[in-house]
């Protein structure tokens, strides 16, 4: 089946500093990827729609400054978060969608997450 | 516009016993109902979903969801859970817009199955 990783599952960064988080779909062609973002026992919130040589649609109130989403090829998908805070503290996930007829179909996968702390 | 209500909190059921975790939705036109579960610091894992066809949807690990449009009602049931059933659980329906779809999430049940 289709399978999305994510690099790194986990990351300790200061304050101040930026982190990148990079989504790959493994298997399959991801032409559109999700962002989201999930606080401890809560949902997860879409952060931004990223298509492939496209820029990023940020959802509202998700600052497109301070989270940078570069989808420069068909598998690979990163969200940079410039200059952490401790409030950026969050679990990321992101998802691949494949297209109509090819392997994997038009459907989301889910990627492991990332767990994000700033210290 | 399209939402996702997930009443309860949290489940609580023995195991052998037979659970339900309830979904409701809202949305214009057809719906598309899926499930998830996710385990602690994991990401989400496909259950099932609902397109077109019978209400009744099987999906992974002995799971199983009713459609009701009547109701729009999604809910989700396993006749005998397990304690490895214990995870948090989400309904998610989406949403068809320009250039693709949307998906938009409940806020979770999180489901605990005793020994």
């Known amino acids: 089946g289709a399978v999305v990783s994510q690099h790194p599952s986990w990351v300790i960064c200061k304050s101040g500093t930026s982190v990148k988080i990079e989504c790959r779909s493994l298997?399959?062609?991801?032409?559109?990827m999700f962002w989201y973002r999930q606080f401890p026992k809560q949902s997860l919130m879409l952060m931004a729609t990223?298509?492939?040589?496209?820029?990023?649609?940020?959802e509202q109130g998700v600052e497109k400054d301070k989270f940078l989403i570069n989808h420069a090829s068909l598998t690979l998908s990163t969200l940079t978060v410039t200059s952490a805070h401790p409030e950026d503290s969050s679990f990321y996930i992101c998802?691949?969608?494949?297209?109509?007829?090819?392997?994997?179909?038009?459907?989301?996968?889910f990627g492991p997450g990332t767990r994000l702390t700033v210290t | 516009a399209q939402s996702v209500a997930q009443p309860e909190d949290q489940v609580n059921v023995a195991e052998g016993n037979p659970l339900t975790v309830k979904c409701t939705y809202s949305v214009s036109g057809n719906p598309y109902l899926f499930w998830y579960v996710q385990y602690p610091n994991r990401g989400l894992q496909f259950l099932l979903k609902y397109i077109t066809g019978d209400n009744l949807v099987k999906g992974s690990y002995g799971f199983e969801a009713e459609f009701n449009k009547s109701q729009t009602s999604f809910h989700l049931k396993k006749p005998s859970a397990l304690v490895s059933d214990s995870a948090l659980y989400f309904c998610?329906?989406?949403?068809?817009?320009?250039?693709?779809?949307?998906?938009?999430f409940g806020a979770g049940t999180r489901l605990f199955v005793k020994a």
């Open positions: 998802s691949a969608r494949g297209e109509r007829g090819t392997p994997g179909g038009y459907e989301q996968y």
């Open positions: 990223s298509n492939e040589g496209s820029k990023a649609t940020y």
């Open positions: 998610a329906v989406r949403r068809e817009n320009t250039g693709g779809f949307k998906t938009i």
């Open positions: 298997d399959f062609q991801a032409t559109t």
